[in-house]
């Protein structure tokens, strides 16, 4: 079983529309995030999500929302997209700080704004 | 706050030669290190991991990367780069209550 699932793996919508994007961990992990890989493949920190509590949101533009029905999911909401969210989404889980625990990552979904 | 730097953006070597990326961070205290890679198309998948004690780590693929507090450092190695292995390479830093931050990758290729 995949560890950390998300769908879908590529995304092609025009600008202006709402879009969303599933994750969901089986590792029983308490903290999900969502990382955003821009074209040059830096990878910047969107949130974190820790027993259903907001715990970080790097300067990420409100049109953007996750979503935690439960510990094992966090969905991510993008609103009115824009040009500029065209990059690859990846969710993760973890326990930072936890000894011997990294974050797992999903396959990550191509988000294409056109 | 934690952060990560890769000096090097893309390194090329030719397949068999030893390889040796670089990383160096910054934190107040003793973080937890890890590598990941991730090849073309794909997700992230952990290499290693360093948390305490014994501070020449190895990791899967045939890596191996050392700790060195003094110079912050943790360099990932391997002694004979394989066509596989081209990817791109991401050091990581967490510590105990904080999340984890990347560094911004090196590219490496390998050369037949």
């Known amino acids: 079983d995949t560890a950390v699932s998300q769908t879908p793996k590529y995304l092609v919508t025009q600008m202006g529309n709402d879009k969303s994007i599933k994750c969901e961990q089986n590792?029983?992990?308490?903290?999900m995030y969502w990382y955003k890989q821009d074209s040059k493949k830096f990878l910047k920190i969107m949130f974190s999500y820790n027993n259903k509590e907001l715990i970080i949101n790097e300067t990420v533009p409100n049109r953007f929302s996750p979503k935690s029905p439960d510990k094992a999911h966090l969905n991510l909401h993008i609103n009115s997209l824009e040009l500029g969210d065209s990059a690859v989404y990846f969710c993760?889980?973890?326990?930072?700080?936890?000894?011997?625990?990294?974050?797992?990552f999903g396959q990550g979904t191509r988000l294409t704004v056109v | 706050a934690q952060s990560v730097t890769q000096p090097d953006i893309h390194i090329t070597v030719s397949e068999g030669a030893s390889l040796e990326l670089r990383c160096n961070y910054s934190?107040?205290?003793?973080?937890?290190l890890f590598w990941y890679v991730q090849s073309p198309g794909q997700g992230l998948q952990l290499l290693l991991k360093?948390?305490?004690?014994?501070?020449l780590v190895q990791g899967i693929k045939g890596f191996e990367a050392e700790f060195k507090r003094s110079q912050s450092s943790f360099n990932l190695r391997k002694p004979s780069v394989h066509w596989s292995d081209a990817a791109e390479y991401f050091c990581?830093?967490?510590?105990?209550?904080?999340?984890?931050?990347f560094g911004p990758g090196t590219r490496l290729s390998v050369l037949p």
């Open positions: 993760a889980s973890g326990r930072p700080g936890e000894k011997n625990t990294e974050a797992f």
């Open positions: 990581a830093v967490g510590a105990r209550g904080q999340n984890f931050v």
């Open positions: 590792l029983g992990h308490d903290t």
């Open positions: 934190y107040g205290a003793t973080p937890y």
């Open positions: 360093y948390f305490s004690g014994d501070t």
